[in-house]
């Protein structure tokens, strides 16, 4: 009797730990998996009232983050009562809905994966769903009601429930495990989230008494859910030992396997989460992945914490400073050796910039619609340039200073100034005025906008640390190790 009444008490906490209070909302989302039907779909419904005008006008990101025409994943659009007209407006991103005044209505409709065949790298924020699994990203999941979030800077309260009609399998979230979820989120917050469900495998840590989650799927050819697990563990562990951040939360991260027949890795970092996908190949390394990781890590801090005023005007830094501590702190941290982190720079960055046809190209002219729309011409060219910048500035803070200080300095600033002024937003002017606590030199100034405004190369030849030299291969600057004492040429990198 004793073991059926502990069995009925851990039942019971079971199920109040996976259920939370109903709160209120100011929407309820819900998320139904029919991965079984004809045409494998995400369902999701939700109830809404028109405006004293009889409208409902609801937000569906068209075209976003490289992708066009994700109007095309709807299958079924379903209201009742049945409105007076519905119209899609693909061009604006919206669903304009007529009906009667202060009318409530139930909204339903089915998200699709929009492609035949296995998915692709190139095609990853697109909605992955087939008879196994899904995997969607928040902007490409939700439409929501102009009204839910006053602007881009408020708030709103959002629950989500999953119904999942196989019963087989798991579901997870940026937000959590738990089939129902009570969250308060910014609009770029609900977008930048991941939603998951179906043959997906999912484990867990603990660290600094967080959870950290990571679930991933399909049978992987070159390591294992644990290789990569224990990367996971790895960079969470130095990286939050980096930044020193006294918020708390869990923290979800998923990895999809793509079928190209080359080398891919990529992702997205969000505020509590980051997408991963690479290649099911034997071109994919553990080494990759680890970048990767570490990559995809930082832009909790970098890009999610410390904001850009202007997106991809400030991808040099948002991506090129997060590239360098990727591999700077993966140098601190013994996760590369000091031969390694000098090769991968020459190999990944310098002469691949120096070969890259668009390396010249101005800041001013990396527009959001620029980049976007020739994402392939212009993909890496902000990561090298501000990697490029980071590395030179920050060997002449330390030479400055005597090796007292670094850019670790500088970019903990930065992440103290966001964390304390939600409002700050990183631009130009905020850059050189926090480097100027930094650098006295005259020329600070000309070189930010030589190097990085105007897109010119960088003058290495008094901007690296005595130990190592530039050999020319082809008029590409090589950087060459040329001391004996490697250990000490080691440290004063990783200072």
Not at 91 to 113: A, C, E, F, G
Not at 177 to 199: C, M, P, W
Not at 314 to 339: I, V
Request: charged share 25%.
């Amino acid at each position: 009797m004793k073991s059926l009444v502990y069995t009925i008490i851990l039942s019971i906490i079971a199920v109040s730990c996976s259920t939370p209070k109903k709160l209120p909302a100011d929407i309820e989302y819900t998320i139904q998996n029919n991965l079984k039907d004809s045409i494998p779909n995400v369902q999701v419904t939700f109830d809404y009232s028109s405006d004293s005008n009889g409208l409902i006008i609801l937000r569906y990101e068209n075209d976003s983050w490289g992708d066009h025409d994700i109007f095309n994943c709807i299958n079924r659009f379903d209201i009742t009562p049945k409105p007076k007209n519905i119209e899609f407006l693909r061009d604006s991103s919206r669903i304009i809905i007529k009906t009667s005044p202060n009318m409530n209505h139930t909204l339903r409709y089915q998200i699709v994966q929009d492609y035949d065949g296995l998915p692709m790298n190139q095609k990853r924020y697109r909605p992955m769903i087939d008879a196994t699994y899904f995997h969607i990203l928040g902007m490409r999941l939700f439409m929501t009601p102009e009204a839910v979030f006053e602007s881009d800077t408020s708030k709103a309260k959002i629950r989500i429930d999953y119904d999942d009609k196989t019963r087989e399998g798991i579901f997870h979230s940026s937000f959590g495990k738990n089939t129902s979820q009570n969250i308060e989120v910014l609009r770029e917050d609900l977008y930048a989230s991941f939603f998951v469900g179906g043959d997906f495998r999912r484990y867990s840590f603990t660290h600094d008494q967080d959870t950290v989650y990571f679930v991933t799927r399909g049978k992987w050819k070159t390591f294992q859910d644990q290789d990569i697990f224990k990367i996971l563990k790895e960079t969470i562990g130095s990286q939050r030992s980096f930044w020193n951040d006294p918020r708390k939360g869990n923290f979800s991260v998923s990895l999809v396997p793509t079928y190209e027949n080359w080398y891919s890795v990529g992702g997205s970092g969000f505020s509590s989460s980051f997408v991963s996908f690479a290649s099911n190949n034997d071109k994919v390394t553990l080494a990759q992945m680890q970048w990767l990781y570490n990559h995809e890590m930082l832009h909790k801090w970098i890009g999610r914490t410390i904001l850009n005023e202007n997106e991809v005007e400030q991808y040099w830094f948002s991506e090129g400073f997060t590239d360098y501590y990727a591999y700077k702190l993966m140098l601190k941290n013994d996760r590369l050796n000091l031969t390694e982190y000098i090769d991968v720079i020459n190999k990944e960055v310098i002469v691949p910039h120096y070969l890259d046809p668009v390396n010249s190209t101005p800041n001013a002219e990396l527009t959001f619609e620029e980049y976007w729309s020739n994402y392939a011409k212009y993909m890496k060219l902000p990561y090298r340039r501000g990697l490029l910048y980071a590395f030179y500035i920050d060997n002449q803070i330390k030479e400055q200073s005597q090796y007292s200080r670094s850019l670790d300095d500088l970019m903990l600033d930065l992440f103290s100034m966001a964390l304390h002024d939600k409002n700050i937003r990183f631009n130009q002017t905020l850059f050189i005025k926090t480097l100027s606590d930094y650098l006295t030199a005259s020329d600070l100034k000309s070189d930010f906008e030589q190097y990085i405004l105007e897109g010119k190369f960088i003058d290495f030849e008094n901007g690296l640390p005595n130990g190592i030299s530039i050999e020319y291969q082809e008029n590409i600057p090589i950087f060459k190790p040329d001391t004996e004492d490697l250990i000490e040429l080691e440290k004063k990198l990783k200072r």
